[in-house]
């Protein structure tokens, strides 16, 4: 699909073009020329329909499932729909206080923010709906805790810039009494708050011989932390999907799940270069976009939250191409904007 092509239809073929996908999104069945006649009382014959279907067709927007069957949306038709002739509409105003008032009563809570977060997207896209726990792309140091347990084993408790709370049991090369190892935290608290492990490791030269061994700890942990994943995986509305007359057999189910229960291909996808970085900016990817071959049945609407430098995930909902994008699009985007602010109240102190 070219530009040019977008460009030569005609304001009578986007029309056609259009009610076909808002049908078969409705339906899930082909649609037909005589169906629209009758249903949209348009002002054209059902052959003059039937016409620029077949024109829709030849320019790969439409397909026919079956010799004498109405048409269906193509992939290239569903993103010439998002991208050009969708209408986006705002939350109603009362959604989104409920929203907002059931965020705000969370207590601070990220697990609970997160479990929401799924629970009201999977209920008002019925699709599922996937959530990423807000990290910091570049972890950074906040707060320091070292506390005796036994001997020379000590219970080292790392919080991060962004909330996250890291505990690991150490060994020092000699035992230290409960107020030494809480003076030696207290200092490098002090000396190292806000920084990356470039920064922190840069400033070792400066530290004595307990400092730096506990130091040392500490930016082996953080070092660990930025290797591994992103934030945990949130997910609900797997059996809205399976509902879906596109995943309703057992070969499709089985792959629906296979795309929904393997974490694995979600940390992939969501760790994916062409993700849009801008929080708050809405991406619709329809049959994969060059992902993996098992996202092809699907669209996603994804979109970042939180706070670069601070924290920050990625939320949105799967489904098979025939979902409702412009009601998808606007919850994603509000739910997005929510986030952002809650991680930036709640952790930017």
């Known amino acids: 699909m070219t530009s040019d092509s977008m460009n030569e239809l005609t304001d009578r073929q986007k029309l056609i073009l259009t009610l076909i996908i808002h049908e078969h999104i409705r339906t899930a069945a082909p649609v037909g020329s005589q169906y629209l006649v009758e249903h949209y009382g348009l002002n054209m014959s059902s052959a003059t329909i039937r016409n620029e279907m077949s024109t829709l067709t030849d ?34 105003d009362k959604l989104r206080r409920t929203i907002s ?15 929401l ?74 000396k190292h708050l806000g920084k990356d492990v470039h920064a922190i490791e840069m400033a070792r030269q400066q530290l004595n ?3 730096l061994e506990v130091t040392d700890l500490v930016i082996d942990e ?15 509305g797997i059996a809205n999907v399976l509902a879906e007359p596109e995943f309703s057999g057992t070969v499709e189910a089985q792959r629906a799940l296979q795309v929904l229960e393997e974490r694995s291909l979600l940390q992939e996808l969501l760790s994916q270069p062409f993700l849009n970085d801008d929080i708050g900016g809405v991406q619709v990817l329809i049959g994969g976009e060059g992902t993996r071959e098992v996202f092809r049945p699907w669209s996603m609407v994804l ?13 949105g909902v799967l489904g ?29 102190d």
């Open 117 to 190: 977060e799924v629970s009201v997207l999977a209920q008002h896209s019925q699709a599922a709906s996937l959530i990423t726990a807000p990290h910091s792309d570049e972890v950074r140091f906040k707060h320091l805790e070292l506390i005796s347990t036994r001997g020379r084993q000590v219970l080292m408790v790392l919080v991060l810039a962004g909330g996250d709370i890291h505990q690991r049991i150490v060994s020092l090369e000699g035992a230290q009494s409960q107020d030494e190892l809480s003076t030696i935290a207290d200092q490098i608290t002090q």
């Open 320 to 348: 098979p191409m025939r979902m409702s994008y412009s009601r998808n699009i606007s919850t994603v985007r509000y739910l997005s904007h929510l986030l952002s602010d809650l991680v930036e109240d709640t952790l930017g």
């Open 101 to 115: 008032h059931q965020f705000y009563q969370s207590r601070q809570d990220i697990d609970e923010w997160m479990r």
């Open 209 to 211: 011989e307990l400092e």
């Open 222 to 236: 953080m070092k660990q932390i930025n290797r591994s994943a992103a934030g945990e995986i949130y997910m609900d």
């Open 59 to 92: 320019l790969n927007y439409l397909r026919q499932p079956y010799t004498s069957a109405g048409r269906v949306p193509s992939e290239d038709g569903y993103r010439l729909f998002v991208g050009r002739l969708l209408q986006e509409t705002d939350l109603p």
């Open 303 to 315: 979109a970042r939250y939180g706070s670069p430098g601070l924290a920050t995930g990625t939320l």
